[in-house]
């Protein structure tokens, strides 16, 4: 039986407590380590921290049943082989709290329509289908910002694509905490990625790296044989140049950006100094090299997921202990959301 320290249930609200959530979607790519769960392991020490794998959210666009279970599990073993602590930790799949859509439902009827029109994330994801998106892909934010009111959460780490659901979720704290003349809600605030680098896909520099793209050379798993990564990279787009001599000239020149943003994040090195090492050379050196310092950063991980995953009763109790955690949070907040919006709730 797993054992979890206490240190969470006690915390109030001027702690500084982060939520992040990761969605079961796909396989996890590099643009998904580099971007969110490597940093994850750097706030672990500096906050109390809750990791979310986002199942709820996942289900906005279809999911296989099976598939989204088996990358549940694939997501919380990537967790855990990048170094996040679980007894450190809150570390729980989001349909195991029905706190989460409790609140949202009720925090749908605080939000205005109006607010979720706004979005620019949902007119992206439906494209000109809209009329056939689900419904659950329109008032997404709405469940986002219950994932992290329900935790007071200070901090939430957002790339450029998620602040304008952050705002959302402080218009609706704010308004909230207006209506019934108390500060139930911490506000949250963005923490902005350290790297604020966007991946992007090795087929198209324009867009971003993405689980469900539908080409699998777009992207580098964080599970990819070296042989995988090695092919991969070779046949990443790029252009007929050498490689360029300056920042100005490599943000002009979108795929070769994109690989010296991975070499730099991988081998943490600032930019201009990758810039400067392969200045005017050819671009298979560099993609060689670059192959070498990807495969260094994920062998390990890959090795320790794959062990990881051998055990699905493991991984399970882990989720299952993290959920229970995360409920003697969760349930409090509702308990005096309840309270305040007048509902009987003994
Ligand atoms: N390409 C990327 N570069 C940097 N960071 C990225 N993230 C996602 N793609 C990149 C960050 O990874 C975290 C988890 O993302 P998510 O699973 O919640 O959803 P997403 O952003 O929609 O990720 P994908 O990979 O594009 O999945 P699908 O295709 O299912 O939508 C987030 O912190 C995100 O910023």
């Known amino acids: 039986m797993l054992e979890y320290n206490t240190i969470y249930l006690d915390y109030n609200m001027n702690d500084k407590v982060i939520f992040s959530g990761v969605q079961p979607?796909?396989?996890?790519h590099i643009g998904n380590y580099l971007g969110a769960i490597s940093q994850f392991v750097d706030y672990q020490t500096d906050y109390k921290s809750i990791f979310s794998i986002v199942d709820l959210h996942a289900i906005t666009v279809w999911?296989?049943?099976?598939?989204?279970?088996?990358?549940?599990?694939?997501?919380?073993?990537?967790?855990?082989?990048?170094?996040?602590?679980?007894?450190?930790?809150?570390?729980?799949?989001?349909?195991?709290?029905?706190?989460?859509?409790?609140?949202?439902?009720?925090?749908?009827?605080?939000?205005?329509?109006g607010w979720l029109n706004r979005m620019t994330q949902f007119k992206d994801k439906a494209g000109k289908n809209k009329e056939n998106a689900s419904v659950g892909l329109y008032t997404y934010p709405i469940l986002m910002a219950a994932d992290i009111l329900l935790y007071s959460a200070s901090h939430v780490p957002v790339g450029d694509d998620q602040k304008q659901h952050l705002e959302l979720a402080r218009d609706i704290a704010h308004k909230f905490n207006t209506d019934y003349s108390e500060n139930i809600f911490v506000m949250p605030e963005p923490l902005m990625n350290k790297s604020t680098t966007r991946i992007m896909s090795l087929r198209d520099g324009s867009n971003k790296m993405s689980k469900s793209d539908i080409s699998e050379y777009s992207r580098i798993l964080m599970t990819d044989s070296n042989d995988k990564i090695a092919l991969k990279i070779k046949?990443?787009?790029?252009?007929?140049?050498?490689?360029?001599?300056?920042l100005k000239e490599s943000e002009s020149r979108l795929e070769v950006n994109n690989l010296l943003n991975i070499y730099s994040a991988c081998a943490l090195m600032k930019k201009e100094e990758v810039i400067s090492k392969y200045a005017s050379k050819e671009i298979s050196l560099f993609k060689?090299?670059?192959?070498?310092?990807?495969?260094?950063?994920?062998?390990?991980?890959?090795?320790?997921?794959?062990?990881?995953?051998?055990?699905?009763?493991?991984?399970?109790?882990?989720?299952?202990?993290?959920?229970?955690?995360?409920?003697?949070?969760?349930?409090?907040?509702?308990a005096k959301v309840y309270d305040k919006i007048g509902m009987i709730n003994k």
């Open 288 to 334: 060689n090299d670059l192959t070498e310092v990807i495969i260094n950063k994920v062998e390990p991980i890959s090795i320790k997921t794959k062990q990881l995953l051998t055990d699905k009763v493991h991984l399970d109790n882990i989720l299952s202990m993290g959920a229970t955690k995360a409920k003697e949070i969760s349930c409090k907040t509702i």
């Open 25 to 28: 979607s796909g396989e996890i």
């Open 63 to 113: 999911q296989d049943s099976e598939a989204l279970r088996n990358s549940t599990r694939e997501v919380l073993a990537i967790f855990l082989a990048s170094g996040l602590d679980e007894s450190k930790n809150i570390i729980f799949n989001q349909s195991q709290v029905p706190e989460h859509t409790q609140l949202s439902w009720i925090l749908s009827c605080t939000a205005k329509v």
């Open 235 to 246: 046949k990443a787009k790029t252009d007929p140049l050498k490689m360029p001599n300056t």
